[in-house]
């Protein structure tokens, strides 16, 4: 009886909840940002069918109940309620609130009468500090599994690098998101591949925005209306945001192009003249912009630090078009400056254009350096002197040790050999003496810049007045320090100081601009190029046999393979690693390990590239299980069929499972309802798909799997062979791939209908350059190909409804001979069987 009565309530719980969670849905005429009707335009409340955007807080409808036309929706955030009334008066109007009723419209609106309030920015303009942003965010239609988070990003002006921060979204679609700032910046948001839009923040904010993705914008002439039915914001910085909205979506007619001309008369004008010509057609083009900015953003409708931003903005992309196909000799920047820029407050280091005029100030005085130049050399005991007192606390301490030993002998180390000089102090390890003078090189190069800084950054003082454009103009220049593309932007202990001294204004955030490159140099050397050396922390691996030995000692677990492309960007390698985070949380303690592979990049900024992941790397605690793999490996064949674009899976036996959307071949737009932890969950139930059971089936003739030589077949081609492993390709090269060390002989292995394989020879014969000059200098290389059999040929047949990785006969060696270990329609990994 006991027993019945705990079920009874149980279910009485239970079913209480479920009234509580799926409350009576609010009807979808309520639906919408509802704003003020003053004039201002303020977002008051955002209505879902299950969530209410209300007083600053992301609000679950936990009950909702209509009388007479009239809506009473109770409210939960947390352990706070809230009880809000509301109906429809009309089409476009709703009354919120009992009693005294307050008018809402859902459109923009407009009255004569409202002067906006007219806050200014926080001051001091630099404070370090942090802003709240909360969110929610309306779908149309089931939210996609890879759009469970926001990711938001902005421009750290001090470092000149971008940041990126996520959050995920909870079962109601909001998130909340505390972001560290150092000055007003504006924000980017998106939400997986969708982008919401741009916003402004400042230290101290909270932010609420509603973003509603029912409503497009996708019409050639979107309005308004919907403009603000799709995002809107609540909170200290809201009535700017939604007026910048506005701004956003409408200052096409601030797309300033240059002003080109192609008349004969204006080609044969003197050059002053025609640069004249231009100014004043700019200078007139400026001013009616103005005009229509007053007329769209009037005194009643916007704040003045709005319109002010937007006529600065306008007024920055005028003079970048001005510039962008001119000389930029000293009197027109000049010109330019003395027009447009002299007077700037440092409220212009908001604009992300401002910057771009900066650097353009900035590469001018770069280049009229060269005008100043002279002699700078640096003698043997000054430069050790101050690669111990300047650099010896950004390098390692083996780097220090290296270079120590090397410069009691500077008196004789030019006369030796480099062999020589490699197997003394290296021993004999050419990939380290590479990167000690990679180093070594770097430390150099900023000894002579610093003799050319020292005269450019002179000259700003005198050429640039303004103390924001010069604070700006050093600003870049410092950041864009790389010598050659491939150097780490590293800056040295003496631009820092140069920075300061030509930096003092009290408004100027000159001090944190200085410590906080300081730290980035600090944090670069801290995963030094020695990293790259030191396998028990990342391992280098350059064939098939030391990827398949380190794939063994993983024997046991399920392995995810957490591939980085060669090409880094910044955005995409941090993305990845926030949700390679939030995989290693969800799969804790299940027997699953998560190996960060990094592919190689055969270019001369590899090791910029390298270090740049290590960057990341070491920011997040995850210098562990990291591979830095050749790309002609069999993983990076298996990417072809990734799942999330960069994850593959092996099971605990070592094989590699090919995910649902590629062995059942499904379209497109099917694949993303595929995803890594759905595949995932597949392989530690059993359930995983594997080629390599199968392999016969893949070694058969097939017109959509690979090239024929003769008759009907599939043939691979031998690209790679060390130890007991031998990788194919399916492809056959159209010429010799000498990057990667190959000769213009390839292997061959084909597979005929009923035959196991048929052995041959691919040879590549370069033919004569043509006796044509054009053609001498303007066609690429040409191959002639030369197909040979081995003799006899080796072909076996076999029953092919039968396994190729069973014995069945003595005489058909291939089953014996090898295993088949990897296989899918790109690539075959063979193992020759002990």
Same mark, same amino acid.
């Given at each position: ?61 936990? #009950? @909702? ?25 009309? #089409? ?38 942090? @802003?709240?942003?909360?969110?929610? =965010? ?26 990126? /921060? ?18 007003? =910046? ?40 919907? /403009? ?18 506005? $701004? ?15 008349? #004969? ?19 007139? /083009? ?75 100030? @900035? ?119 790389? &010598? ?28 944190? =601009? ?6 980035? @140099? ?24 030391? &990827? ?13 393979? &957490? ?14 690693? $926030? ?70 899976? $092996?099971?605990? #036996? ?21 995803? /890594? ?79 196991? &394989? ?77």
């Amino acid at each position: 009886m006991r027993k019945k009565l705990l079920t009874g309530k149980a279910l009485l719980l239970c079913l209480l909840y479920f009234t509580t969670v799926h409350a009576a849905p609010v009807p979808a005429n309520l639906y919408g940002h509802w704003l003020r009707t003053d004039g201002s335009n303020r977002f008051v409340i955002g209505i879902y069918a299950n969530t209410v955007c209300y007083e600053n807080e992301t609000w679950r409808i936990s #009950s @909702a109940k209509e009388v007479q036309g009239r809506w009473q929706l109770r409210l939960e955030h947390g352990s706070k309620t809230a009880l809000v009334t509301l109906q429809r008066k009309d #089409s476009t109007t709703l009354l919120l609130g009992d009693g005294r009723q307050q008018e809402l419209k859902n459109i923009r609106t407009f009255n004569y009468s409202y002067h906006p309030e007219q806050p200014s920015f926080c001051q001091p303009l630099f404070t370090e500090g942090s @802003a709240l942003l909360k969110g929610l =965010v309306q779908w149309k239609g089931k939210r996609r599994e890879k759009e469970n988070y926001v990711q938001l990003s902005y421009n750290d002006m001090r470092t000149g690098n971008v940041e990126y /921060l996520f959050a995920d979204l909870d079962s109601l679609n909001s998130f909340s998101l505390r972001i560290p700032l150092h000055m007003p =910046v504006f924000c980017s948001i998106s939400i997986g591949s969708l982008e919401v839009n741009n916003f402004l923040v400042q230290p101290g904010d909270t932010l609420l925005l509603a973003f509603n993705t029912t409503i497009s914008l996708d019409d050639a002439n979107p309005d308004y209306n919907k /403009l603000t039915q799709r995002v809107s914001f609540m909170g200290s910085g809201a009535a700017f945001n939604n007026q910048y909205q506005h $701004y956003v979506k409408y200052a096409s007619h601030l797309n300033i192009q240059p002003v080109k001309s192609s008349s #004969s008369s204006d080609r044969d004008m003197p050059v002053l003249v025609k640069k004249q010509q231009q100014f004043n057609q700019y200078s007139k /083009l400026y001013d009616s912009i103005l005009n229509r900015i007053d007329l769209v953003y009037p005194a009643y409708v916007a704040e003045q630090r709005v319109i002010d931003f937007i006529k600065a903005e306008a007024r920055y992309r005028c003079v970048l078009a001005i510039l962008e196909d001119r000389d930029t000799d000293s009197s027109y920047l000049q010109k330019m400056y003395e027009q447009y820029l002299a007077g700037e407050t440092p409220l212009a280091l908001m604009h992300g254009n401002f910057y771009k005029l900066a650097g353009i100030y @900035a590469d001018r005085l770069h280049h009229s350096r060269f005008g100043n130049w002279r002699s700078y050399s640096v003698p043997f005991d000054k430069m050790a002197e101050r690669v111990q007192k300047d650099y010896g606390q950004l390098l390692s301490q083996g780097f220090m040790e290296k270079y120590n030993e090397i410069q009691k002998d500077r008196n004789s180390i030019d006369r030796m050999k480099d062999s020589v000089v490699i197997e003394k102090y290296f021993n004999g390890n050419r990939e380290e003496a590479q990167n000690f003078r990679y180093i070594f090189k770097k430390i150099t190069n900023e000894f002579r810049k610093e003799a050319l800084d020292s005269t450019a950054y002179r000259l700003y003082e005198r050429t640039i007045p303004n103390a924001c454009l010069r604070f700006a103009a050093n600003l870049k220049q410092l950041q864009g320090n790389s &010598w050659d593309d491939d150097e780490i932007p590293m800056p040295s202990l003496y631009r820092i100081a140069i920075f300061k001294h030509y930096s003092q204004l009290p408004e100027m955030p000159d001090q944190q =601009v200085a410590s906080v490159n300081t730290a980035q @140099a600090l944090t670069l050397a801290a995963a030094s190029i020695e990293l790259k050396l030191d396998t028990q922390r990342i391992r280098q691996i350059d064939h098939e046999s030391e &990827w398949q030995t380190a794939l063994k000692a993983y024997r046991g677990k399920t392995v995810v393979i &957490w591939t980085f492309n060669h090409f880094f960007r910044k955005e995409y390698a941090t993305r990845a690693m $926030y949700e390679l985070k939030k995989m290693q949380a969800r799969y804790r303690g299940k027997n699953v390990v998560f190996l960060k592979c990094i592919q190689q990049r055969h270019r001369s900024d590899r090791t910029k590239i390298l270090l740049q992941y290590l960057d990341i790397f070491n920011a997040h605690g995850q210098l562990n299980d990291l591979f830095y793999i050749e790309r002609k490996m069999s993983v990076g064949a298996i990417m072809e069929e990734s799942i999330n674009d960069c994850c593959a899976i $092996y099971n605990t #036996s070592g094989q590699a499972h090919h995910p649902s959307h590629y062995t059942r071949k499904r379209e497109k737009r099917d694949y993303d309802n595929f995803t /890594l932890a759905g595949e995932l969950d597949s392989v530690l139930a059993g359930k995983g798909h594997y080629y390599e059971g199968k392999a016969d089936n893949y070694l058969q003739a097939d017109d959509r799997m690979g090239y024929t030589i003769l008759g009907t077949g599939k043939t691979w081609t031998l690209y790679d062979s060390t130890g007991r492993y031998y990788l194919y390709r399916s492809d056959e090269p159209e010429k010799p791939v000498y990057e990667l060390n190959y000769d213009s002989v390839y292997h061959l292995l084909s597979f005929m209908k009923d035959s196991i &394989w048929l052995e041959s020879k691919l040879v590549f014969h370069e033919e004569p350059p043509s006796k044509s000059r054009e053609r001498q200098f303007f066609s690429l290389p040409r191959y002639s190909r030369e197909h040979k059999f081995t003799s006899p040929f080796r072909i076996y047949k076999y029953d092919r409804h039968k396994k190729i990785l069973n014995v069945y006969d003595d005489k058909k060696k291939l089953y014996r001979a090898f295993r088949v270990v990897f296989i899918n329609p790109e690539c075959l990994v063979l193992e020759l069987m002990p």
